[in-house]
């Protein structure tokens, strides 16, 4: 599958789903183009396609269309839990569906209990309260979606996967603490995201702006509002 991407836009998915940024329209093409054309039955095609859903819907692009078709290829792995970072993908799917009985039934059984994976500490101190910071953020209650994804953020490598997959993992805390105005916490959380690359695209220079002016207009201390981003077309 990445190599049909490569050869039809020059990109890799986890390189696709970080340009959709900036290019909402070409993610949602690349989305319906590849992923709505074929049934979702490999492991690696479920992980792709939801980082990519999930980021559309990050940066405000929501379709419950996608959502529909993830959430039933997601139920197919129910039963079949695979590694970690499978497992979390398949949870965003569910929760992002609106399938609360079967993300619920996955944290509890696949996740908490952890079947032949219950010995591995990465599944009950990281994965778990990842998972709960993931189902937070699909509903909507974003301060617990901080609460649980903040302390676990260092350790997030553990749950396996490429840096540019996880990525999305961070994105989601920060744009948790940005919907939910959390001030203290966006303004080191977007500083670190701005720093990481020479042109870290238009929404999150457009974010940082929005947080700087907002800070500024709040009389929030000078350490809690945003030294200027860099501004320029998104990467």
């Not at 744009?175 to 020479?198: F, Y």
Request: aromatic share 6%; hydrophobic share 45%; glycine share 10%.
């Amino acid at each position: 599958m990445t190599a049909v991407l490569r050869d039809a836009y020059g990109l890799t998915v986890s390189t696709a789903s970080r340009a959709a940024v900036d290019a909402y329209e070409r993610g949602s093409r690349l989305f319906e183009s590849v992923f709505g054309r074929i049934p979702i039955a490999i492991a690696s095609d479920l992980q792709d396609s939801v980082a990519l859903a999930w980021r559309l819907d990050l940066f405000g692009h929501p379709d419950p269309r996608r959502w529909t078709q993830l959430g039933a290829a997601a139920r197919r792995w129910l039963d079949m839990p695979l590694l970690l970072f499978h497992d979390l993908h398949v949870g965003m799917a569910l929760s992002a569906s609106g399938d609360w009985a079967d993300a619920e039934l996955q944290l509890s059984t696949g996740c908490a209990s952890g079947g032949r994976k219950s010995r591995n500490p990465t599944l009950g101190e990281v994965v778990v309260p990842l998972m709960e910071g993931l189902h937070a953020f699909a509903r909507g209650d974003y301060a617990l979606s901080v609460a649980r994804i903040e302390p676990v953020e260092a350790r997030i490598v553990e749950v396996g996967g490429r840096h540019a997959q996880r990525e999305v993992f961070h994105d989601t805390l920060l744009a948790t603490a940005l919907r939910g105005h959390l001030q203290e916490r966006t303004v080191p959380l977007l500083e670190r995201r701005l720093a990481k690359r020479p042109n870290p695209g238009a929404y999150w220079t457009g974010q940082a702006g929005a947080v700087a002016w907002r800070g500024a207009a709040e009389g929030e201390p000078s350490g809690q509002v945003m030294r200027s981003p860099m501004i320029g077309p998104g990467a």
